[in-house]
């Protein structure tokens, strides 16, 4: 779990030292992912991004092509909240650890494709 979390760590402080708002929707893809597993609670009530069980829905409106009447979510919006939600799930991790629980290989593959992309595989 700790290669995990010095992995976390490290894409924080990449975020961090290069403001590369392109990690933002790679980041919400894979806290999305972890979320499948419910890691963040069945309806996302813990999710670092926000409570998702306070998404808004958006009415379909015929005149918005991306409009398609759904709720929206919580998403990575800045740099210091991509910073954030790293950091609330380093926590989140160490409670588990402290709990017995190892949700690292999880973490770990959802956050694969951008382990991979900025070079923390090793």
């Not at 409106?61 to 800045?78: H, I, K, L």
């Not at 910073?83 to 380093?90: E, S």
């Amino acid at each position: 779990m700790e290669n995990t979390i010095n992995k976390l760590k490290q894409l924080s402080q990449y975020i961090q030292a290069t403001n590369d708002e392109s990690v933002m929707s790679k980041l919400d893809s894979a806290l999305d992912n972890i979320s499948t597993y419910d890691y963040f609670g069945t309806e996302g009530q813990v999710d670092p991004r926000g409570d998702q069980r306070d998404a808004e829905f958006i009415p379909y409106d015929p005149d918005d092509e991306d409009s398609d009447g759904e709720y929206e979510y919580f998403r990575v919006e800045s740099i210091p909240m991509a910073v954030q939600c790293i950091k609330d799930l380093i926590k989140m991790l160490k409670e588990d650890m402290s709990e017995g629980r190892d949700s690292s290989e999880m973490i770990e593959n959802s956050f694969q494709d951008l382990f991979n992309e900025y070079g923390l595989n090793s």
